[in-house]
C-alpha cells in the first residue's frame, strides 16, 4: 500500500542493455535472437529465383525469415516446416488471399519493414486457424485493411498492428469483431496517428477478451471518457507517450474503475500531467490499480499531498519526472 511520502519517493530504474558487436546478419535478425549470432544459428537455406526472395532458417529456434530487397512476393510454392514466419525489409506491395495455404502449421507470424507494402487481401489468413500470434508493423504505406481480413484466425491470442499509417482506429476496429477473433487478448497498435479516440470507436468490441491493450506514441490529445467501456476484461492499458492531460484521463480511469473491474496496471508516462494532477490521482485511488507508471512527467509543484491513499497501489515508477517547484 502506498501513502502519500512513501509513494512519490518510490522510483524504479531501468536498465540499458546493448546488443552485441560484430554481428554477422543484419540488425533486424540479431535482434529477434536470444543470444550473438553464429554461422549456425542462421542458415540460407534458399534463394527463390521466381520471387525473389531469401529464405533464412535459425535452427535454434527453427523460425524461418523470408526477406530481400529483390524479393516481391509470398513464396508460396516453398516448403516450410516451421511454426513461424517472418517477412521482413521485402519489396512486397500486396499479399494475397491464399498467399500462405501451403503453411496452415504457423503459430506466429510476422510482417514487418516492408516499405512497398500497400495492401493484404482479406482471404490470406483463412487457412491459419492455429496461429497464436500476428505481427503486422512497421509497414510505412499500408494505410487501411478490410473488415473481413482476419477471418480464419480463430485461435489469435496477440496482435500487433504497430507503426503503420492507419489513422482511422474504427475501420480497423471493425477487423477485430470478437466473433472473427474470438481468443484475442492483447492488442498492439502504438505508434499509428489516431489523434483521439471517440465513444463509438470501440464499439465492435463489444464481448472482446482483450485484457491488454498498448496505444503509446500515437499522438492522442482527447479520448471520450466511455471509448473504453466495451472492453470489460480490460487488465492492462498502456497509453504513454501521447498528449494527454490529467483532466481527460481522470475523467477515463474513472469510467474504467467501473466497467473493468480487473483494471490494475496503467501507463501514463510521458503525457501532460503538468496541470491540476491531483484529480488524476485522486481518481487511480478510487480503483484497483496496483501498478502505474507516471514517469517522464513533468509536474508544475510536487508535493507529498499531491497523492491521496492508494490503498491497492504496490508499484509505482516516477522515474525522471521533472517538477518546477518540490
Request: aromatic share 8%.
Amino acid at each position: 500500500m502506498f501513502t502519500t511520502l512513501s509513494a512519490w519517493l518510490y522510483i524504479l530504474f531501468v536498465g540499458i542493455q546493448f546488443s552485441s558487436n560484430n554481428a554477422i546478419l543484419p540488425t533486424w535478425i540479431e535482434q529477434t535472437f536470444p543470444k550473438k549470432i553464429t554461422h549456425e544459428d542462421a542458415l540460407l537455406i534458399k534463394k527463390d529465383n521466381i520471387t525473389g526472395c531469401k529464405i533464412l532458417l535459425c535452427p535454434r529456434t527453427y523460425d524461418y525469415f523470408v526477406y530481400s530487397e529483390a524479393c516481391l512476393k509470398i513464396p508460396t510454392h516453398v516448403e516450410i516446416n516451421g511454426f513461424a514466419i517472418n517477412i521482413k525489409t521485402t519489396k512486397i506491395t500486396k499479399i494475397y488471399a491464399g498467399d500462405f495455404d501451403n503453411w496452415p502449421q504457423l503459430l506466429s507470424l510476422n510482417i514487418e519493414m516492408n516499405s512497398e507494402l500497400i495492401e493484404i487481401e482479406p482471404g490470406a489468413f483463412n487457412i491459419l486457424t492455429n496461429l497464436n500470434n500476428l505481427s503486422i508493423s512497421n509497414n510505412y504505406k499500408l494505410k487501411t485493411i478490410e473488415p473481413e481480413l482476419f477471418i480464419g484466425l480463430l485461435n489469435l491470442k496477440e496482435l500487433k498492428f504497430i507503426k503503420n499509417n492507419m489513422h482511422q482506429l474504427s475501420e480497423f476496429i471493425l477487423s477485430l469483431n470478437p466473433i472473427i477473433l474470438p481468443s484475442l487478448t492483447a492488442l498492439d497498435i502504438s505508434q499509428n496517428p489516431f489523434d483521439k479516440i471517440k465513444s463509438i470507436d470501440l464499439i465492435a468490441l463489444n464481448n472482446t477478451k482483450i485484457e491488454v491493450l498498448s496505444l503509446k506514441f500515437c499522438g492522442l490529445y482527447e479520448i471520450d471518457a466511455d471509448s473504453f467501456a466495451s472492453l470489460i476484461e480490460l487488465r492492462e492499458l498502456d497509453l504513454s507517450n501521447n498528449n494527454l492531460n490529467s483532466f481527460i484521463l481522470s475523467d477515463l480511469i474513472l469510467n474504467l474503475g467501473k466497467t473493468s473491474v480487473n483494471f490494475t496496471k496503467l501507463d501514463i508516462a510521458g503525457n501532460l500531467l503538468n496541470k491540476e494532477p491531483t484529480k488524476l490521482f485522486h481518481a487511480i485511488s478510487l480503483t484497483n490499480i496496483t501498478d502505474l507508471v507516471v514517469k517522464d512527467n513533468h509536474f508544475d509543484l510536487l508535493q507529498p499531498e499531491l497523492f491521496p491513499i492508494m490503498t491497492k497501489l504496490i508499484k509505482l515508477d516516477l522515474s525522471n519526472i521533472m517538477a518546477i517547484d518540490i
